[in-house]
Every structure is written in C-alpha cells, then in structure tokens.
C-alpha cells in the first residue's frame, strides 16, 4: 500500500458503531489523535451492526455516521466494514497504534496481537462515566431525560 509506505508519522486506528456520538467516543478519538499523526476510524455497517446489536439498531445509518465522524477534525478517515470485527481491516491498515475504550483489555482488542507483533502500541481509553450510546437509548425510549 502506498499510502502507508508514505506515512512519516504514526498511523492510529479505532473502531466501533458510532450510532450516537456522545462524549465518550469523543474522548476516546481525542485520545487515539494525540497519539500518532494520522488517525483512521474503522465504522461498522448497518448490517454489522444489527448482527451485533439486534434489530432496532443502528439508529443512523453507516452514511449518516460515516460522515459526522469525517466532520470532525481529529479523524482523516473513515473506513466502513462490514465484518463483525475489523481485523481484516487492522491488518490491511498495518497502524502502529490501535486503541479502544476502557471496556476492553489488551487481550480482547481485536488486532492487538498483529499491532503488537509489529512492534505496534496497544492503547486503552479510560470510559468516561455516565456516556454511553446503550444508556442513552434506554433513557429515550423510557421516556427519561437523555
């Protein structure tokens, strides 16, 4: 891939549906763009997501996700996949850093042991309390303050 070949600086990588963006996925992608010059986020796609999730989810579509994460300033791109995970994604990307939210560990980040075996970083993001897609959906159709 040429595209890596070129790249001076470390290459971040984070993943995950994205189905509403609230501030714990945005201090997870502050955290993954310090640590590297270009930061990749892999999406999961509408049908991902409902093998993973279930029926009533996502409640965007991977277009509609795909773009306001582009929007954002510290993300350079946004790459859809539709596995259920994105290791084949990791290993076509070869990032020097994968990083993922607090409630994950080293051992279950899918890719750790291709990123690591590379002489890549594994990072995990502390969970900011109080945010999270699954809690604010259920506030919602509670009909609870979200």
């Known amino acids: ?33 310090a640590l590297g010059g270009a930061l990749i986020v892999g999406c999961n796609t509408d049908a991902s997501v409902r093998r993973l999730k279930g029926p009533s989810r996502p409640v965007r579509t991977e277009q509609e996700r795909a773009i306001v994460l582009a929007a954002l300033e510290v993300v350079d791109a946004v790459v859809l996949f539709d596995e259920d995970t994105p290791l084949n994604l990791i290993r076509a990307l070869t990032p020097d850093v994968l990083v993922k939210g607090g409630d994950y560990t080293v ?3 899918v890719g750790s042991q291709d990123v690591l075996a590379r002489g890549g970083e594994v990072v ?4 900011t309390p109080g945010h999270s ?9 509670s009909g609870g303050v979200p």
Do not use: C, K, S, Y
Request: glycine share 6%.
């Open 1 to 33: 891939m040429h595209w890596r070949r070129d790249q001076r600086e470390r290459v971040v990588f984070t993943n995950g549906v994205f189905d509403l963006l609230h501030p714990g996925h945005i201090d997870v992608l502050l955290a993954a763009r």
């Open 107 to 109: 051992d279950t980040v």
């Open 124 to 127: 995990i993001v502390p969970l």
């Open 133 to 141: 897609t699954t809690g604010t959906l259920h506030r919602v159709r």
